[in-house]
T-cell receptor, first 116, second 112 residues
Framework: DAGVIQSPRHEVTEMGQEVTLRCKPI?????LFWYRQTMMRGLELLIY????????DSGMPEDRFSAKMPNASFSTLKIQPSEPRDSAVYFC??????????????FGEGSRLTVL | QKEVEQNSGPLSVPEGAIASLNCTYS??????FFWYRQYSGKSPELIMS????GDKEDGRFTAQLNKASQYVSLLIRDSQPSDSATYLC????????????FGSGTKLNVKP
């Protein structure tokens, strides 16, 4: 089975532009997580879904960030408008009930975002 | 105070030596503790989990947990250059076992 697939792998955009990051979880996984990684703040959980429903979005920095999961095989993270401080690597991870709480998160390769 | 603290390193050890990586956490209610390895430019991958005080061994890796001191460590015996990576410590939220707090990671360099 393919792993978690993220796109784009790299995105360079200008401040104020809208950015959409996409994620396809592993088939059969019912948990999906969006993380952001920076040198300063490390790996931070932004939001996670269970069965396509957002469960905890307390890590979403502000209203400029939004995430959706319209079905079990697709999720998006949108930033509008983008700012230079949003520059980071954004990881999507998926897991399945019974493995989530044992730390078995399957990460995608990440989307590196640079906002100029 | 951050939920998980790690020394950013880099920690340099010669090949064949023992590498010792350390982590402290702030919430006494955390029950599950994890070590992830992240190669440069790659995504994190789980290498060890520990839930009880004491040691847990898996091949060349040993995880150690001391809940009284709120301290987790990872020992890598017979370090190899292929172990060179950033090691992330993670703990679960006591209020939501599906939510993990990650440290910023310790960069390990194993020199041939």
């Amino acid at each position: 089975d393919a792993g978690v697939i993220q796109s784009p792998r790299h995105e360079v955009t200008e401040m104020g532009q809208e950015v959409t990051l996409r994620c396809k979880p592993i088939s059969g996984h019912d948990y999906l997580f969006w993380y952001r990684q920076t040198m300063m703040r490390g790996l931070e959980l932004l939001i996670y879904f269970n069965n396509n429903v957002p469960i905890d979005d307390s890590g979403m920095p502000e209203d400029r960030f939004s995430a959706k999961m319209p079905n079990a095989s697709f999720s998006t993270l949108k930033i509008q408008p983008s700012e230079p401080r949003d520059s980071a690597v954004y990881f999507c991870a998926s897991s399945v009930y019974g493995q989530v709480n044992t730390g078995e998160l399957f990460f995608g390769e990440g989307s590196r975002l640079t906002v100029l | 105070q951050k939920e998980v603290e790690q020394n950013s390193g880099p920690l340099s050890v010669p090949e064949g030596a023992i590498a010792s990586l350390n982590c402290t956490y702030s919430d006494r209610g955390s029950q599950s503790f994890f070590w992830y390895r992240q190669y440069s430019g790659k995504s994190p991958e789980l290498i060890m989990s520990i839930y009880s005080n004491g040691d847990k061994e898996d091949g060349r890796f040993t995880a150690q947990l001391n809940k009284a001191s709120q301290y987790v460590s990872l020992l890598i015996r017979d370090s190899q250059p292929s172990d060179s990576a950033t090691y992330l410590c993670a703990v679960n939220s006591p209020h939501n076992f599906n939510k993990f707090y990650f440290g910023s990671g310790t960069k390990l360099n194993v020199k041939p």
